[in-house]
């Protein structure tokens, strides 16, 4: 992608966003690739390296472990391999064999599933293949702690098992020593240590010539020598001796093994790019965490259509310091695809002109940018931008004069796959002849169809926006009653620069604000407080749109709760209702179940016994007992509406209820524990303990 002028990325800061993407990798291969993060013109690229930090941000939203741990810088060792005669030593080897064991881990990841859900990514891996040949050939020579192994070849057993019994044989010898020694008095604190790789006794000085052997060396204070006894000589000798053979043949081990892996030196150099790849989606797929990145829509025409778009490091920075952070909307198309904003100054134009110019520079450098999904953005093959103040020292040319060398880059360069911001467009100029200008300048960029975001103060601009093909105007949204910007961009109308309203809200004597009106132009001022007024009216109908919409989606949570709750309640009736309907279907299964079992005796004991009479009356009180129940229960509720229970003890002349069959009548006589009651002129002797005391109830009350 090409931009204008060279300064154009550090003015729009994307120099900070690779910085912040900088910070996220652990390779050194990720951060020279966020060091030189290119913007790429090729709508498949862009939309593949999005891709990829989509699904890399999926997996870290879902938790779900990616095998790419990072790996040191193996650049030296692979190109050490590929030299003939070169050798790795036994860590290189080992960081050599924990990068295909890496490599090994995401070929492992990426199931047949996962392939498909996970396609931008393995698509970083689909032409290469795992070779585990590599890691074979390293774990034949190098143990888990990446020591040569002992059996690595006939030669090095033989060696390192002659040089274990030369060290047990030096050791018993040495403590011997050592103990005689300790006997004499003559060994020093310290006993023993090794010096020149010889294992040595450390004896008081003045008992050095006591001790035969060869003295190798004494302390700082000259009060301990350190002297190598005569007895151990030979075998130190000898296993100096097999140390270097052990060394040689461990060189030669170590020389092969490096040799056997020369030919897998590309594949080696292709997994290490691979891993430092997958680390810089990692470090894009944080930073858009961070930001709340996403994936937009990518269009191959040329287009802007932003949706709850926001600057990325000024989100971040209000993140920080817990202040919110006002999105914007903005929408370039081949109909309208210049768009001129107005407003006071503070109020967000340039903040607003570099979000649109930072977001669509990460578009296409492969970076999630802060936007809504819904979001649609093209392809750019040019940028061009002009922020500020542009004086040049070096060719001697004022603001303005420099100002419109850029200006005729623009008008020569710019064409429709060109993206273009001016901020101040026409400024540092007489205003009528400036504005003339910038007239002409707009004309002959919206005549070549580019995109563009205009930030001006000039009324004549705010006029043609609404005459020229292709332009259109846009405001700031400004609080005049608390004379606050509300960073808000307005599509469709101008704005006003609330000159005066500012110049009154801050205190100024009113008698220099009236004679500056007087010296303004009717018309201009006319003109400029109509925008004022439309602006007020138009933000106090959004308001109430805001408010109207908020009482709507509250009647919708309304109704959905009392849906749910309606549903709640049917449902619980409804499973109230099968319940009480499966009791009843349970009793009665178990009724007919007991009547079965009866019947069934009844017909055995009618067969063995010659009382045919009574087993009729059996079957008759079984039969009939379903029948007599009710009648019971009818007869008790009968009772119950009409007599009242009012217990204590019963005396003669009291009403009672016989509970066992629910019959009220009149005490006559007390017999001990039982009692004759009267029951119509029937008396009848009932147990006291089935009488319980009641007495009429009123009639209207029954």
Not at 279 to 290: E, Q
Not at 326 to 341: A, E, G, M, S
Not at 663 to 680: A, F, M, P, S, T
Request: aromatic share 6%; hydrophobic share 40%.
């Amino acid at each position: 992608m090409r931009y204008f002028p060279d300064s154009a990325l550090v003015q729009l800061e994307f120099d900070k966003i690779q910085a912040l993407l900088k910070e996220h990798c652990k390779t050194e291969l990720g951060k020279q690739m966020a060091e030189e993060l290119r913007l790429h013109t090729h709508i498949d690229y862009v939309r593949s390296a999005l891709q990829q930090a989509h699904e890399y941000k999926q997996l870290l939203l879902l938790q779900e472990y990616f095998p790419n741990d990072p790996v040191l810088n193996l650049k030296t060792e692979l190109r050490l391999l590929g030299i003939q005669g070169a050798v790795l030593k036994e860590e290189q080897l080992m960081q050599i064999r924990k990068l295909a064991e890496i490599m090994h881990g995401i070929f492992r990841f990426f199931d047949h599933d996962r392939r498909i859900q996970y396609a931008g990514m393995y698509e970083v891996i689909a032409h290469t293949h795992y070779e585990k040949k590599i890691t074979a050939l390293i774990d034949e020579v190098l143990d888990e702690a990446g020591q040569v192994r002992d059996n690595a070849t006939p030669e090095l057993a033989k060696i390192r098992m002659s040089l274990f019994r030369k060290r047990t044989e030096l050791r018993r010898v040495f403590d011997r020593i050592l103990q005689k020694l300790n006997k004499q008095g003559y060994l020093a604190d310290i006993e023993e240590a090794f010096l020149n790789t010889r294992r040595v006794v450390a004896v008081f000085a003045e008992h050095k010539r006591m001790v035969k052997g060869i003295l190798h060396g004494e302390s700082d204070t000259r009060k301990t020598s350190f002297i190598e006894p005569e007895e151990t000589i030979e075998i130190n000798n000898e296993v100096f001796s097999l140390e270097r053979e052990e060394e040689k043949e461990v060189y030669r081990i170590l020389r092969n093994l490096t040799a056997a892996l020369s030919q897998y030196a590309p594949l080696l150099t292709n997994y290490h790019d691979i891993l430092g790849l997958y680390d810089f989606i990692r470090a894009k797929a944080r930073l858009a965490l961070d930001m709340d990145g996403n994936f937009p829509m990518i269009t191959a025409h040329s287009q802007v259509h932003l949706v709850d778009a926001y600057h990325p490091l000024l989100l971040l920075y209000n993140r920080k310091n817990s202040k919110p952070t006002i999105p914007i909307n903005v929408t370039l198309d081949k109909d309208q695809h210049i768009l001129v904003i107005s407003g006071p100054n503070a109020g967000g134009k340039t903040v607003t002109l570099k979000t649109v110019g930072l977001i669509q520079l990460m578009l296409q450098a492969g970076l999630l940018v802060p936007v809504h999904p819904t979001s649609q953005l093209g392809i750019f093959r040019q940028l061009m931008i002009h922020i500020g103040d542009t004086q040049s020292l070096e060719f001697e040319l004022s603001t303005y004069s420099s100002h419109l060398k850029n200006m005729k880059y623009f008008m020569e360069n710019a064409n429709g796959k060109t993206l273009f911001f001016i901020d101040e467009l026409g400024s540092g100029s007489d205003p009528n002849l400036g504005g003339a200008f910038a007239e002409v300048i707009m004309e002959e960029l919206a005549r070549k169809h580019s995109f563009g975001i205009v930030t001006t103060h000039y009324l004549n601009l705010k006029i043609m926006a609404n005459k020229v093909k292709g332009i259109i105007n846009g405001a700031m949204g400004f609080d005049e009653q608390n004379l606050l910007p509300m960073y808000k961009l307005m599509v469709g109308k101008p704005g006003s620069s609330y000159t005066f309203s500012i110049a009154q809200r801050i205190g100024l004597d009113p008698g220099l604000i009236n004679r500056a009106r007087k010296l303004v132009d009717e018309g201009h001022f006319r003109l400029d407080k109509l925008l004022n007024k439309a602006e007020q009216d138009l933000q106090k109908v959004e308001q109430k749109e805001k408010d109207l919409q908020k009482l709507l989606k509250e009647n919708e949570r309304l109704k959905k709760e009392y849906e749910i709750l309606s549903d709640k309640e049917r449902q619980k009736q409804e499973q109230a209702v099968l319940k009480l309907q499966n009791k009843i279907r349970e009793d009665e299964l178990q009724y007919l179940k007991d009547m079965e079992r009866k019947m069934k005796q009844i017909v055995v004991e009618w067969k063995r016994t010659d009382d045919k009479q009574k087993v009729l009356k059996q079957a008759e009180a079984l039969l009939f007992r379903k029948r007599e129940k009710q009648i019971n229960e009818k007869q008790e509720k009968k009772i119950n509406d009409r007599f009242q229970e009012i217990g204590g003890q019963c005396k003669v002349g009291d009403q009672v209820k016989i509970i066992t069959n629910n019959q009220v009548g009149k005490v006559l006589e007390i017999r001990d524990k039982r009692v004759i009651v009267k029951i119509g002129n029937l008396p009848m002797n009932v147990k006291m303990s089935d009488l319980v005391v009641v007495k009429e109830k009123a009639k209207e009350e029954a």
